[in-house]
């Protein structure tokens, strides 16, 4: 069965430093592996998506992530964080074919400082 | 383009009344998912749907509850009678099949007093 740990819960991080989040998951295949934002009031927005290909993907809003297959790990990164990437931070894995939907981790929460 | 539209944004009602939220998929989208989002569970994933059939609805918390989708462009989610640990934002998102990205609309908020 497919699952995702994201394993902070509620990352600080002052405004103009670098960002990474951690991702886990787990999957007996290739998976397709995802990024999502969510702002307070709001739904979930794409951030990112590995489909195949080169393992570094870039996103919106200067994000990118990293697939790393021998470690299972998908981190989303952002060299230097902005007031506005406030928000709360999913990630999400499904499987190459069939129908099943997204599974997604329990979300990071990421506050910025002045 | 129009994206997924949940209606209504924000619900208010005593328990034991009926409560039905809305969602319109986006366009040519043929697979529909219903979630609900708390603070102490996190996102759950209740019921999804492809070509308008059922496919899993084992998030399903209980009897209570129960979704629909008579058309590709319209589901509902109905909670009968509804209770106040159901206080919770419900999500609509869809996609155009199961392993593509899902398209969120802004959820629903609901409060059960």
């Known amino acids: 069965a497919q699952s995702v740990t994201q394993p902070d819960i509620h990352i600080t991080v002052s405004e103009g430093a670098s960002l990474e989040l951690r991702c886990n998951y787990s999957?007996?295949?290739?998976?397709?592996l995802f990024w999502y934002v969510q702002s307070p009031g709001q739904g979930l927005q794409l951030l990112l998506k590995?489909?195949?290909?080169?393992?570094l993907v870039q996103g919106i809003k200067g994000f990118e992530a990293e697939f790393k297959r021998s470690q299972s790990s998908f981190n989303l990164r952002k060299p230097s964080v902005h007031w506005s990437d406030a928000a709360e931070y999913f990630c999400?894995?499904?499987?190459?074919?069939?129908?099943?939907?997204?599974?997604f981790g329990k979300g990071t929460r990421l506050s910025v400082i002045a | 383009d129009a994206g997924v539209i949940q209606s209504p944004r924000h619900e208010v009602t005593e328990m034991g009344q009926e409560v039905t939220l809305r969602c319109k998929p986006i366009?040519?989208?043929?697979?529909l998912f219903w979630y609900r989002q708390t603070m102490m569970r996190g996102l759950e994933l209740l019921i999804y749907?492809?070509?308008?059939?059922?496919?899993?609805d084992s998030g399903m918390p209980e009897d209570r509850f129960s979704a629909k989708m008579p058309n590709a462009s319209f589901s509902t989610l109905k909670i009968q009678p509804s209770e106040p640990r159901d206080s919770a934002v419900y999500f609509c998102?869809?996609?155009?099949?199961?392993?593509?990205?899902?398209?969120f609309g802004d959820g629903t908020r609901l409060s059960i007093l």
């Open positions: 999400a894995v499904g499987a190459h074919s069939g129908n099943t939907p997204l599974v």
């Open positions: 999957y007996g295949a290739t998976p397709y």
């Open positions: 590995y489909f195949s290909g080169d393992t």
């Open positions: 366009s040519g989208h043929n697979s």
């Open positions: 749907f492809n070509n308008n059939v059922p496919i899993d």
């Open positions: 998102a869809s996609n155009s099949q199961g392993n593509q990205p899902q398209h």
